[in-house]
């Protein structure tokens, strides 16, 4: 069974950049599409980014374009999110997510999703 862990959420001030990490254990990690969401307080969770299988494809909401990177390393297993030049409207619970392909994550296709984790941003 697959299970992501997320980490690197935490405080940061607006204007500053947080890297989120996602580990993928249970499966074989390559023939994953990744992605991520988040959820804002008494919003619904929402897409922010995916990349595909490859790592050659990837899609971003278009609120987070130019601010946001998503890459995978698959010798660690891991997905990751640069975000960049950070919004109060980036505060979120932000979750990992596995899924056939980027743009079935984007659709909110996803087989896995991981507990997540908190970007706070400050004024």
């Known amino acids: 069974q697959v299970q992501l862990v997320e980490s690197g959420g935490g405080l940061v001030q607006a204007g500053g950049s947080l890297r989120l990490s996602c580990v993928f254990s249970?499966?074989?990690?390559?023939?994953?599409?990744m992605g991520w969401f988040r959820q804002a307080p008494g919003k619904e969770r929402e897409f922010v980014a995916a990349?595909?299988?490859?790592?050659?494809?990837?899609r971003y909401m278009d609120s987070v374009e130019g601010r946001c990177t998503i890459s995978r390393d698959e010798a660690k297993n891991a997905v990751y999110l640069q975000l960049n030049s950070l919004k109060l409207e980036d505060m979120a619970v932000y979750f990992c997510?596995?899924?056939?392909?980027?743009?079935?994550?984007?659709?909110?296709?996803?087989?896995?999703w991981g507990q997540g984790t908190l970007v706070t941003v400050s004024a």
């Open positions: 990349i595909s299988r490859l790592g050659n494809i990837a």
């Open positions: 249970g499966g074989t990690f390559s023939s994953y599409g």
């Open positions: 997510a596995a899924g056939v392909s980027a743009i079935q994550i984007r659709a909110g296709a996803v087989d896995a």
